[in-house]
């Protein structure tokens, strides 16, 4: 055994106790707070006690971990064993959208969210085959660099720098909203206060480290976000089946929601709150079509009410309801069509419960075949963007060598597989609770887990009793997918010491992908822009301090994006992926496998790509000012990249065969990528 190789086993031993007293000690800490939970500590102590204390470690880490090397800023100085790249891509990857949106997704679109599942762990399989093992061969520190160094010109690192920035900003946005949503429910914090909380523990890592620090963090965030996210939906399976492996118990489950739905389906009540929803959503249709006439109809109609209340010597409460509908009224008739569209839209709630098990559900075949083929969409656009995304190809330059480049997908996946496999269950199992427990519950005694949400944001949790019967009924619920999985030890009836568990492996999964991807912005600015393009004179720790400077900018500057709420998690994510896939995929793996892959074709390509997807989601996205009829083929936004990434990689094919091919120096740096030798275990340069 070489002298490199036993310095790398020494170095996998060591971690492996670190960790190991690392794992102990945290779970001691949990042991310590559930007693102090019995003994009398406040839930809001809890949850400050959480935030902090995991805070605290992470910042810890990046303080030991602080560097102005440069190997060591961006790629870890390629010393990371394959089983804790792994682990810290798995973190890096679980982000809020799998920790706390995943389950959320599965519990409103059932067998639709299972898009994302086989996704996201497609995703992994074309890694494993088309680019990680390339790329590590490569070597260098970022995405544009091989795209800078396989095309030539600064052309093409410029498009990739851009695509780079845009995909990890959108994405980074999503982590902050998490970040901002957990620490405003368990700490009491406001919104605003816990996003810069939180952002605070996000910098402090990644800004004294770089790399070196973010993977150890995120080997840390890893271990946290898994115990927390096991533990409630192991107590729930226990809970209602008796048997503590979920996965085994969700069949059982499934089919006990199944036939709740069908009793909710036919249920009296259900169907007269949903008779009000409809009724309610047409009359906002009809005045709408008569607008403008019918605002001052309205708007007289209302006035006179409230005059024949008065005159007629109401009750008191009536009076004041007509008082309010006054005031309330919109203030114009630009007002009142935004009000009644809104309104229109209650024709969402006047359907019955969308069955969990149904494949492709829909009222009509086009419906279902609208249906399937967004559930495609949704698979192309996360496999394909999987492969893609430059913050997750960046974890595999840290990598002693090409085998453990491979080795360290199947860690990465087997880690992801984890969590993956266990949300259906999860989903299926908080839908059973409301179902059976929140569904028929009095409105004088809602469980305390919904009244405690409805508190944070209504749009997360709001329960209305439309038919005044004071029963609540499933139409009169409005759960948003995001605080499933933190709601799922309250609605367990567990300690609450378990809800800041959860809430800690949120926020773990949601800062320890916020590392990587400000990281990815800060060095594509500093590395390709700076020390490639503008000074490339420029000194190690001169690069690693803009690098740093930069961090904090972004950060800033993505805190601020998040404070305007442009969407929920789960779209972000998916709008981060389909950018991916249409900017970087056809270009990256062509430049692998196609040696007739030029300049001209990937500029081409790579804006072609980035170009439609942009595009389309400007047109069909609300945010930006979109509407559904512009959708093609009723193709929804999250998708759009199964439009760029075939557009861009049938443009790099055409326009690379009608201009000049690649010179020798290309040709030879594709043989040299795409030919890696296995033997020489220990490959600390990348060359």
């Known amino acids: 055994m070489n002298q490199a190789a036993f310095s790398h086993k020494a170095f996998f031993s060591q971690l492996k106790k670190y960790y190991a007293f690392y794992t102990v000690g945290f779970l001691t800490f949990l042991v310590a707070l559930a007693i102090a939970e019995q003994m009398g500590m406040s839930r809001r102590w809890i949850g400050y006690w959480f935030l902090f204390a995991t805070i605290a470690l992470y910042a810890g880490i990046g303080i030991m971990s602080r560097t102005v090397d440069a190997a060591e800023y961006y790629v870890a100085g390629r010393r990371v064993p394959a089983f804790f790249n792994g682990m810290a891509t798995g973190a890096d990857w679980m982000s809020a959208a799998s920790f706390i949106g995943m389950a959320g997704t599965l519990y409103l679109s059932g067998f639709d969210g299972l898009a994302f599942v086989m996704g996201w762990t497609g995703g992994y399989v074309l890694v494993a085959l088309f680019l990680a093992p390339y790329l590590r061969k490569f070597g260098q520190f970022t995405i544009p660099d091989f795209l800078g160094e396989r095309y030539g010109g600064n052309i093409v690192r410029s498009i990739g720098i851009f695509a780079a920035i845009l995909c990890s900003f959108t994405y980074v946005v999503a982590q902050i909203y998490g970040v901002g949503l957990i620490t405003s429910r368990f700490t009491g914090l406001e919104f605003g206060v816990g996003v810069f909380v939180g952002l605070g523990g996000i910098l402090v890592c990644s800004f004294l480290g770089g790399m070196r620090a973010v993977t150890w963090t995120q080997v840390a965030q890893y271990i946290i976000l898994i115990i927390a996210y096991m533990t409630p939906v192991v107590w729930l399976s226990m809970k209602y089946t008796g048997n503590p492996i979920p996965q085994l118990a969700y069949g059982q489950v499934l089919q006990k929601v199944t036939e709740r739905e069908k009793q909710l389906t036919t249920d009296p009540k259900e169907l007269e709150v949903r008779g009000i929803f409809k009724a309610r959503s047409d009359a906002a249709d009809a005045k709408l079509k008569g607008l403008p006439a019918s605002y001052d109809t309205e708007k007289a109609a209302v006035a006179k009410k409230l005059e024949d209340l008065k ?126 427990f929140l569904v028929g519950s009095n409105f004088a005694s809602l469980p305390n887990w919904a009244a405690n949400w409805a508190k944070v944001d209504p749009s997360l949790l709001s329960i209305t009793d439309i038919n005044k019967d004071g029963i609540v009924q499933l139409a009169e619920i409005v759960l948003g997918g995001d605080i499933i999985v933190l709601a799922t030890p309250e609605i367990a009836g567990l300690p609450y010491v ?153 443009t790099i094919v055409v326009v690379s065969l009608i201009t000049p091919a690649p010179g020798p120096k290309v040709q030879e740096l594709v043989e040299h990528v795409r030919y890696p030798h296995l033997k020489g275990d220990i490959d600390t340069q990348g060359t």
Request: overall charge positive; some cysteine.
């Open 311 to 436: 005159t007629a010597s109401a009750p008191g409460g009536e009076i004041a309801a007509a008082e309010k509908a006054v005031a309330d009224f919109p203030k114009d008739a630009v007002a009142a069509k935004a009000a009644w569209t809104k309104e229109k839209g209650l024709s969402a709630r006047a359907g019955p419960p969308k069955p969990h098990a149904t494949p492709y559900p829909g009222k009509d075949e086009k419906a279902q075949s609208i249906a399937r083929l967004n559930f495609i969409g949704i698979v192309f656009c996360m496999m394909f963007g999987t492969a893609a995304l430059p913050h997750i190809l960046m974890r595999y330059y840290t990598t002693p060598s090409v085998r453990q480049a491979r080795q360290s997908v199947t860690w990465s996946l087997f880690f992801i597989f984890l969590l993956y496999f266990t949300a259906p269950a999860l989903a299926v199992l908080a839908k059973y609770d409301v179902y059976h």
């Open 498 to 650: 378990v809800s800041g568990l959860v809430a800690a492996g949120g926020l773990a999964a949601a800062l320890s992908t916020a590392d990587g991807l400000l990281l990815t912005i800060a060095n594509a600015l500093s590395h390709d822009l700076y020390y490639k393009m503008i000074d490339p004179s420029a000194t190690t720790a001169r690069r690693v301090t803009v690098s740093k400077i930069l961090l904090l900018v972004v950060a800033l500057v993505a805190a601020y994006v998040t404070s305007l709420k442009p969407g929920d998690i789960l779209f972000l994510v998916g709008a981060a992926f389909s950018l991916a896939a249409s900017a970087f995929f056809p270009a990256l793996v062509l430049g692998v496998f196609w040696k007739r892959a030029n300049k001209w074709g990937a500029i081409v390509g790579m804006l072609a790509g980035l170009g439609i997807c942009m595009y389309y989601m400007v047109r069909t996205y609300p945010f930006f000012g979109g509407v559904a009829a512009n959708q093609w083929f009723d193709l929804a936004p999250i998708s759009a990249g199964m439009l760029g990434m075939p557009v861009g990689l049938l």
